[in-house]
Each structure stands twice: as structure tokens, then as C-alpha cells.
């Protein structure tokens, strides 16, 4: 209930004490407690009328798809751009973000709970409450929603969107990293160290592989193989369909953040070799962005950013993005990793910078959120948000959606729109 809200119940309920009998008074308080008691009931449930309609342009779980290049090539925008929408989810964010899928926005709070919210309007259509801190982004299907949860009862859960009944829950240990719905299997990870391969009908685990130390990474795929780092500073590979470690490497320091993919090859490689021409980019507490190819593990390149790295890369055809907390966003490139141009703000940045067509957005604890042009990394405008921005942006059919740490969601659109 928000403040306005509770004023007009409060309005309403002292307006009572000179409304006829005290029978007929009781009578009428009795009548609004259970309209009340329907209406907030109401709202602590998902429950949509039909199953999504899943597109190319929908962001389905973090990064927008399992490859986690954060690139949405359909939204174009022309600045300065203005707030659509703000919605108040009433708890602050964690390091995942929001998926929007068939005007659908879906969201979860540090306060346990998950928003879904129409994207167009900003309005609220449900939410359910889980007890546990939700710090990941969730990941969509037609008919299901699965989030991560901190707790380790129950810390991955289904959701059944049409029914707004929970289709399984499972414990695994903690997990703040976003899960990935990928070749019809749920893979999480979790803060005891290990990957696991869900059944996303069941939940019941197909494989999982552990590591020797907590998984804070969420993971990327190509075609056949998963990518994440861990705690203890490893980069790892292991085929999706067996969890079995294909290679992996030692960084010289934690791995925080999520790796992404880039696809470099033709289409003539098939899945058995694992997708020659892949490149895999993640960065490292050492500062270091490093890139791998995908099916060896061979370290191509590594660029000094000259801070610790705690978010995700994002790529376009030919450029790797990435920031870090010395409060840079640089843009290397992908086949050599030289440096093209770079971003210098006086405020950390641990935000995935988000790729579009006409600007790269990025948000920083100065609170700003930044749109920079993808030719030279110039400010081609900012807005104050009024608070610090550690969730990273979405970009969706002209849209651009930031959680920020005062407990909303802002929707921007160009002026024009």
C-alpha cells in the first residue's frame, strides 16, 4: 500500500466515527477490510491471461540471451531522451537486472520480492513474495518465470506464469548469480561452488560441477559449452549437455563478474567442435579483460583496465565494452584488444554498459546514467536519476528501463516519442 493510499484509508476510516449506528459502522468496516483483504491478495500474485509471445527483440534473462552480449540491435534513440514511467517496487536492486519480454517486465527486490510490471504503461500487474533476497535477474520462458534466491532452502524457484502457482523450488545453496535457460535445461550457480544443470520441468538436477570456491559468475553458453569464473579466480569451461570441464584458467584474481560470447565463425562449424571461432571475454579483480577462444581456452588477449572488473562485458560486431570501479567504460576491440577509445567518469562504474545502435548506456554511482557514442565514447547526453545506478540498463523496442537504488524502475523514451 503506498502513501496515498494509506492516507484516503485513513481519511476514509475517521470519516466512519460520525456514519450512523455503530451496527451499520462495523458493517461497513467489515466490508472494506475484506475488499481490502481481495484487493492487496490480488496483487501478491503473477498470474497472466495467456503465455508470453517470445521475439528477437525480448530480453529473457540477463545479458538478453545466453550469450550475454547485452545488445539490442532493434532500439534506436534520438537525444535528449525523457522519463516515460517510474515505477516504485518499494526495496532496493541487486547486480542482475530486468528481463522484458512481450511488453512483460520482470524484476526482483533485495526485500525477497518479484515484480512483473507492463512495460509499456509502468503499471503493476503482480508480485509474489519469497522471503529471501533476490539479487540475480530471472529468466522467461512462455509459460515460466525461474529466479535465484539467497537462501539456501530455496534458492532457485519456477514460477508457473498462467496459474501464478510456484511449479517447483529446489535448494542448492545460496544464489545471487542470474540463471540461464539454454537447450531447454535451467543451469544455475550457486554460492557453494557449484554449477547445476535443472530440469526446468522438475527441477530435478540432470549434472553438476563443482568448483573449489563460491560462484558469484553468471553463466555464458555458445552453441555447446558454458562459460563462468569463480571466487578463487578461475575462468571455466564444460560442455552443456554432460557437465564435463572442457578447459579452464587461472586469473590472478576472483572472478565477480559475468563472462559474454561473441560469435566470430561461419556457419560450417557444427556443435561436436565446439563452435571454432567463438570468443569468450570476462573480466577479473586483476583488472584484466581476458579473451579466450571458446573451444580451447587459448587466452587471445588480455587489456589492462586499471581496476577491478565486477560487472559483465557487452560486444557489438566489432568492439568488446567494459567497465570498471576506477569509473571507466573502455571499448577494445575484439580481434586484437586494442584500445579504440575510453569513457573517464569521477564515480564507479560496475553497471554492463548496454549496446544499441545509436549509444552505449551505462550507469554510475554519481548517479548519472550515460548514453556514450559507439564511434568515440563521447557523452552524447546523461540525466541525474537522483540516485546511485548498480543495476545494469535494459534496452528494449525503444526503450531503455534503469533500476536505480532509490527502489525504482525509470522508463525512457526519446523526447520525440
Known amino acids: 500500500m503506498n502513501v496515498k493510499e494509506r492516507k484516503n484509508l485513513f481519511v476514509f476510516l475517521r470519516e466512519l466515527r460520525?456514519?450512523?449506528?455503530?451496527?451499520?459502522?462495523?458493517?461497513?468496516?467489515?466490508?472494506?477490510?475484506?475488499?481490502?483483504?481481495?484487493?492487496?491478495s490480488g496483487c501478491t500474485v503473477i498470474e497472466l491471461s495467456a503465455p508470453l509471445k517470445l521475439s528477437p527483440a525480448d530480453w529473457t534473462m540477463f545479458g538478453k540471451e545466453y550469450r550475454h552480449s547485452h545488445r539490442d540491435t532493434e532500439s534506436?534513440?534520438?537525444?535528449?531522451?525523457?522519463?516515460?514511467?517510474?515505477?516504485?517496487?518499494?526495496?532496493?536492486?541487486?547486480?542482475g537486472s530486468p528481463v522484458v519480454v512481450d511488453s512483460v517486465l520482470f524484476i526482483g527486490t533485495l526485500q525477497g520480492e518479484m515484480h512483473a510490471v507492463n512495460?509499456?504503461?509502468?503499471?503493476?500487474?503482480?508480485?509474489?513474495?519469497?522471503?529471501?533476497?533476490?539479487?540475480?535477474?530471472?529468466?522467461?520462458?512462455?509459460?515460466?518465470?525461474?529466479?535465484?534466491?539467497?537462501?539456501?532452502?530455496?534458492s532457485v524457484i519456477a514460477l508457473d506464469l498462467v496459474n501464478g502457482k510456484k511449479l517447483w523450488t529446489i535448494g542448492i545453496g545460496g544464489v545471487e548469480a542470474s540463471p540461464v535457460l539454454f537447450h531447454g535445461k535451467l543451469f544455475a550457480a550457486s554460492l557453494n561452488g557449484t554449477l547445476y544443470c535443472l530440469d526446468t520441468l522438475s527441477g530435478k538436477t540432470d549434472w553438476t560441477f563443482p568448483t573449489d570456491d563460491a560462484l558469484h559468475s553468471s553463466p555464458a553458453a555458445n552453441d555447446?559449452?558454458?562459460?563462468?569464473?569463480?571466487?578463487?579466480?578461475?575462468v571455466f569451461a564444460v560442455n552443456a549437455f554432460d557437465g564435463k570441464l572442457k578447459w579452464k584458467y587461472k586469473t590472478g584474481a576472483a572472478v565477480f563478474g559475468s563472462p559474454c560470447v561473441s560469435s566470430q565463425r561461419s556457419f560450417q562449424?557444427?556443435?561436436?567442435?565446439?563452435?571454432?571461432?567463438?570468443?569468450?571475454?570476462?573480466?577479473?579483480?586483476?583488472?584484466?579483460?581476458y579473451a579466450f577462444d571458446a573451444a580451447t581456452g587459448e587466452v587471445k588477449w588480455k587489456f589492462d583496465t586499471g581496476d577491478r572488473i565486477m560487472s559483465c562485458p557487452s560486444v557489438n560486431d566489432s568492439l568488446v565494452f567494459v567497465s570498471s570501479l576506477n569509473g571507466t567504460v573502455s571499448a577494445v576491440s575484439i580481434n586484437d584488444g586494442v584500445l579504440q577509445w575510453k569513457?573517464?567518469?569521477?564515480?564507479?562504474?560496475?553497471?554492463?554498459?548496454?549496446?544499441?545502435?545509436?549509444?552505449?548506456?551505462?550507469?554510475?554511482?554519481?548517479?548519472?546514467?550515460?548514453?556514450?557514442?559507439?564511434?568515440?565514447?563521447?557523452?552524447?547526453w546523461k540525466y541525474d536519476i537522483g540516485s546511485r545506478i548498480k543495476t545494469s540498463p535494459v534496452a528494449w523496442r525503444g526503450k531503455l528501463y534503469v533500476a536505480a537504488e532509490d527502489k525504482s524502475v525509470y522508463c525512457f523514451v526519446s523526447s520525440n516519442q
Open 18 to 40: 460520525g456514519y450512523g449506528t455503530w451496527r451499520q459502522r462495523r458493517h461497513c468496516i467489515l466490508l472494506s477490510v475484506v475488499s481490502l483483504f481481495f484487493f492487496f
Open 76 to 95: 534506436s534513440f534520438t537525444f535528449p531522451l525523457r522519463v516515460l514511467w517510474n515505477y516504485d517496487a518499494s526495496a532496493g536492486f541487486g547486480n
Open 119 to 154: 512495460a509499456i504503461s509502468g503499471k503493476r500487474i503482480g508480485y509474489i513474495k519469497t522471503g529471501s533476497a533476490l539479487y540475480g535477474a530471472p529468466a522467461a520462458a512462455e509459460t515460466k518465470l525461474y529466479f535465484p534466491a539467497a537462501s539456501g532452502k530455496s
Open 224 to 234: 555447446s559449452l558454458l562459460f563462468f569464473g569463480n571466487d578463487e579466480g578461475f
Open 269 to 289: 562449424y557444427g556443435i561436436e567442435n565446439g563452435a571454432r571461432g567463438d570468443m569468450v571475454f570476462i573480466g577479473s579483480r586483476d583488472h584484466f579483460l
Open 343 to 380: 569513457f573517464t567518469n569521477h564515480s564507479v562504474i560496475n553497471t554492463t554498459p548496454v549496446v544499441t545502435a545509436s549509444a552505449i548506456f551505462v550507469g554510475a554511482l554519481d548517479n548519472y546514467l550515460y548514453a556514450l557514442s559507439p564511434r568515440d565514447g563521447s557523452v552524447l
